[in-house]
DNA sequence: CGGTACGTTCACAAATTTGTGAAGTTAAGG
DNA sequence: CCTTAACTTCACAAATTTGTGAACGTACCG
């Protein structure tokens, strides 16, 4: 038996809470009104609940890895709900899952350049509404005033496509101005 | 009382679609296959059902403007479901309510311009977003590897907020030189 | 090998969202 | 003015979504 985890675990949440923030000076109150915060507008730009809550809560943690365990903890959710919140931020490629070897636990981590790229990366998105629109085109007739209108508006999103990968090398660069060239892993 | 309205809205659903079909040359079939197609991405990426469906209706229509009455009937849905999705439209300035002087009908209009440019005028959203996040590196530190990394998110979406200003400058600029400089208002 | 700690899946109950019919409101037309 | 055509609002029923508990699978550890 991992004797070490189960030292941790066996005190109860308060305890291990209240010990976890003093050794850490981190107010959890604090991490949770930014966390209800920020997942809320999550939410209101069309994510799910528990995964705008389960983001949000990797962004604001310190090291930015959580396991499945301390997220149920924080969050008061199930085990299941945390798979899955997990599941679909996997799928965006919003956080990925790692499993230390010689363990059980699953680890989640943001990458903190990774998931911003994610929100931009509307590519497939993008994709399927263009195919939809080119369809549209083609049966509305490209001569018809609808037809112009469709395909006006699908030269738009194919413009965007195009310009979304030229903004991001531009971040990029702003980005190293910014915190400094290294490729500082947070 | 307007005749010219009543004749034509007297005849049956059915007769009165076959006729307007006829005149316009419109496949009604094709119309409502892409609607139904595109509203369902638009509802894939986070949109209601019924602004999604309405919207798509506007944009496959030849000439950009329908009423309540055409809405409802092309979408089959009821006068109270228009109402809320033309509402929630509006909101958005996805599109824009019109009444004609001397008519009780509301008239509702895509710009072909003005419906790209409110999906990506997220600035609202962007702006959100970005007031949790200062907030959250207030309240856990500037200085705490959590506050560098809101930061960095922060950081991101002020120059995102930035740069979307100019793409949208050179767009206008490739529109122009796709379909030609001229105003048309399709 | 056996025990056990984790994560996942599934069926279900609760909560939320969605769209409708009916009543209410406003304004045009006789 | 009175009628009527339009849009809106509201309460409710239906459908969908959401999160849970429990059963299940899997792999670590002694």
Redesign the interface.
Known sequence: MADGQNVSESVTDRARSAATEAASG??SE??S??VE??AS?LV????QRMPARVFAAL??????VMTSAQLGEQLRISPAAVSGAVRYLSQQHMVSREREPGSRRDRYR?H?DQ??EAV?NRDA?LR??ED??R??VQ??GAD???G???A??L???E??QG?IGR?ME??RA??AE??GGGRAE?
């Open positions: 981190r107010d604090a991490v009104r930014f915060r920020f507008q209101e730009a069309g994510m962004l604001s943690s310190d090291t930015g943001v903190s998931w911003y931009t998105v399927r509404w939809a629109l369809e549209g049966q509305l018809t005033p609808a112009r209108r469709l006006e508006t030269a738009f999103f413009f965007l310009e903004l531009r971040w702003h980005r910014l915190f947070i």
